[in-house]
């Protein structure tokens, strides 16, 4: 956090209205102040790197550069900012994947003012923070035990679980095979049984049901 104690945020957003309000609400709120504002992903990363604001407010859906890659970049290059997702996805995939990238808190659009305010203070202050139902999930998922996770995944073969959890982690075929010491053809066999055992069907499908079950 700044010296003098200031919280400095930067609010991106696609919506000029969105970006505007907040910043109203920001203005109105001591101690906190809003430092830049960005429409795009890659616009967000300039800003946190130009401005090192302590917070960074980040919407998910962003042109370029989704808002879960511009915080996966910022988490990187400025890792000092804070990044809370401010969004309307509700789904695991969203919520996960923004976790993933490095996001400290995730927020629903539709929150409360107050509630906006509490998330930018505890994240500048070291502090993970999620919306009411957003943290139930994320409790729900870790008080799983880790058999029940892998229960979804009971009729895979240990390498057929080896290559799901490497398309979880975002690997294409040709580094899996050579991360396995194996050959495409061989990874491309791998994933017709995976989406068959699984009953998926596609890659992306696989991914979802791969990253919501923990096992990337």
């Known amino acids: 956090m700044s010296d003098d104690s200031t919280i400095r945020v930067l609010v ?14 920001l203005r109105s709120v001591p101690g ?13 990363i300039r800003g946190a790197v130009t401005h090192n604001p302590d917070v960074l407010i980040l919407d998910i859906q962003m042109p370029d550069l989704t808002g879960i890659e511009a915080a996966r970049e910022i988490s990187r290059v400025a890792p000092q900012t804070a990044v809370v997702m401010l969004t309307m996805f509700q789904d695991d995939d969203s919520l996960f994947a923004a976790i993933r990238a490095g996001a400290r808190g995730y927020i629903l659009k539709g929150a409360a003012p107050d509630q906006i305010v509490h998330a930018i203070r505890a994240a ?3 502090e993970a923070v999620f919306g009411s139902g957003v ?5 729900a998922f870790l008080s799983a035990a880790p058999e029940q996770h892998a229960e979804s995944f009971a009729q895979l073969t240990p390498r057929e679980r080896e290559v799901l ?18 050959n495409t053809k061989t990874i491309s066999n791998h ?17 979802t049901r791969a990253r919501n079950a923990g096992l990337a």
């Not at 979880?168 to 010491?181: E, K, M, T, V």
């Not at 994933?191 to 991914?207: F, H, P, Q």
């Open 32 to 44: 906190i102040t809003p430092v830049a504002t960005a429409a795009t992903g890659r616009e967000a």
């Open 124 to 126: 500048a202050g070291g």
């Open 165 to 182: 959890a490497l398309i979880a982690q975002g690997l294409g075929n040709h580094a899996i095979a050579d991360r396995l010491r194996l």
């Open 12 to 25: 991106a957003d696609d919506h000029p209205v969105v970006r505007d309000g907040l910043c109203a609400l």
């Open 135 to 139: 943290a139930r999930r994320i409790l």
């Open 191 to 207: 994933l017709s049984a995976i989406y068959t055992k699984l009953g998926v069907a596609d890659r992306a499908e696989a991914i």
